[in-house]
């Protein structure tokens, strides 16, 4: 079961494109399409809370357009073709809808909506590897290092709001339906619908700030701007979540490390600016009265006394947790499952009428729970040779120079395989950001439209792989591409 491309995949990821980027035409317009779906991520919030709350529902879905029309485009321009992780997902998943109208649910709603949730994103992920390149990737971290001023300022002011005030509703226009934390504080989802989006928007930008600061050259005030943010955003957020998904973005520099010496020199280059940063966060009101919260609420879970070795310790018992879940589901599950969809929020509010986990709020246990041991462990398994792939190709781009897929790696690498998908905006950051690793390991011949993906090759005494690329294609190392931190210059 091969998550990847062929070789002859590969090989016809690196012949000329007529209808590339640079010359516009059907290529360009995929583009688009995956720069929508990214817009519609951030916006899903915003308008089923304040703009359109009376269409909440079905806003869910909002971004199921946009993936019919990449499909459609993608097999259009030969950008999306079938290997074997994705055939093997459409092979699950149409036995999975079989099963739920049959043994399952038999609730044609709940059914589609479990396939959407599973299977139906999925693919795009090798869509958007193979449509952007690390310029595209560049621009789109570019979009989100500013999105974390406004975003950091919009969490103070919920912060700081009573959690019935307008600026703290949820999905439909509810008060009082954000999450708690302590003191009469609500845990603030800034665009997002809850504290989940919030913190996995955190940590994706995370990435590119850690590759602002480790890449060579000048770095732009936008860097250090959303470094500061994203310091404010945590601390008011009281979420263990948020500090957990940025935490393992700066394990995946250790990572990076171990297949390239020459980061242990970025990172300390960054030990300056980013305590420079952290000292001007701590002089500011709202970042004391964050961490003041956040204290307390690790108090009331006992892990203020247990430390940070300990806070991190049960941090990763609940990850491996939500591993054993679906061991533990497998025990008592029925073989083919209650039903696709069944154990997702939407569907127990179509059939119990309440918005609940009819099955496990873990979401490998929900999986087997759903689908059954055989098609979930098989289901699965895909999300993880998925995720094998991913680490497979950051660690040859990390060998080459080229840092940024083992941060994005970092972001997302966990979300993909253990986030819960039946959570919109959790299913469109695991998906995006998983596209977005894939794609920042391909470099463009900008003259005659190539793509290539940047994996280690023979190079020149005194240059490293991920140069030798460019020196080959007639262009300077670093151009454009080779180091994020100079596309702000």
Not at 25 to 53: A, D, T
Not at 362 to 372: S, T
Not at 382 to 397: D, G, I, W
Not at 461 to 488: Q, S
């Amino acid at each position: 079961m091969a998550s990847g491309e062929t070789q002859n995949e590969m090989q016809e990821n690196r012949k000329p494109r007529s209808d590339s980027l640079a010359e516009g035409g059907s290529h360009g317009f995929v583009k688009f399409l995956i720069w929508m779906y990214f817009v519609l991520l951030i916006l899903e919030g915003p308008l089923r809370k304040w703009i359109l709350p009376g269409l909440s529902n079905p806003l869910i879905l909002v971004r199921d357009p946009i993936a019919i029309m990449l499909y459609i485009a993608g097999i259009g321009t030969g950008l999306f073709r079938f290997n074997g992780a994705t055939g093997f997902l459409l092979a699950v998943g149409g036995l999975a809808v079989v099963t739920g109208m049959t043994v399952g649910t038999r609730n044609l709603y709940v059914t589609l909506y479990g396939f959407d949730a599973c299977f139906f994103h999925l693919p795009l992920i090798y869509l958007i590897g193979k449509t952007f390149d690390h310029e595209d990737v560049a621009r789109v971290g570019k979009v989100i290092l500013f999105l974390a001023i406004p975003m950091a300022v919009l969490m103070v002011l919920q912060f700081r709001s009573d959690p019935t005030a307008y600026v703290n509703v949820g999905p439909g226009g509810s008060r009082g339906s954000q999450m708690e934390a302590v003191l009469g504080k609500i845990r603030p989802p800034g665009f997002f619908n809850f504290i989940t989006g919030a913190a996995q928007f955190l940590s994706l930008c995370t990435a590119f700030v850690v590759n602002g600061f480790v890449s060579k050259g000048k770095k732009q005030l936008l860097v250090y701007a959303a470094a500061l943010a994203i310091m404010v955003s945590t601390a008011v957020s009281t979420s263990r979540l948020a500090v957990g998904g940025i935490g393992l973005v700066l394990l995946s520099i250790g990572v990076a490390a171990l297949y390239n010496r020459t980061v242990i020199k970025g990172v300390l280059g960054m030990l300056l600016p980013v305590g420079f940063v952290f000292f001007v966060a701590t002089t500011l009101d709202v970042f004391k009265e964050g961490t003041h919260v956040f204290e307390a609420r690790l108090a009331n879970t006992g892990e203020s006394k247990a430390g940070a070795v300990r806070s991190a310790s049960n941090w990763t018992e609940r990850v491996l947790g939500d591993f054993l879940a679906g061991y533990e589901a497998a025990q008592v599950a029925p073989l083919l499952g209650y039903g696709l969809g069944y154990g997702t929020n939407i569907g127990a509010r179509v059939l119990t009428g309440r918005v609940v986990f009819s099955a496990d709020e873990r979401e490998w246990g929900r999986v087997i729970f759903e689908i059954g041991p055989i098609l979930g462990i098989a289901y699965l398994g895909v999300r993880v040779a998925m995720l094998m792939e991913l680490f497979r190709r950051a660690t040859q781009s990390v060998r080459g120079g080229n840092l940024l897929p083992m941060f994005l790696f970092g972001a997302c690498g966990l979300l993909l395989v253990n986030g819960q998908f039946g959570v919109a905006s959790t299913l469109g950051f695991s998906v995006f950001g998983a596209g977005l690793c894939l794609a920042s390991n391909n470099t463009r011949k900008e003259t005659q439209g190539v793509i290539e993906e940047a994996t280690p090759a023979k190079v020149r005494r005194g240059t490293t792989a991920y140069a030798e690329k460019w020196i080959r294609a007639g262009l300077k190392p670093g151009h454009g591409t080779a180091k994020f931190g100079e596309t702000f210059a």
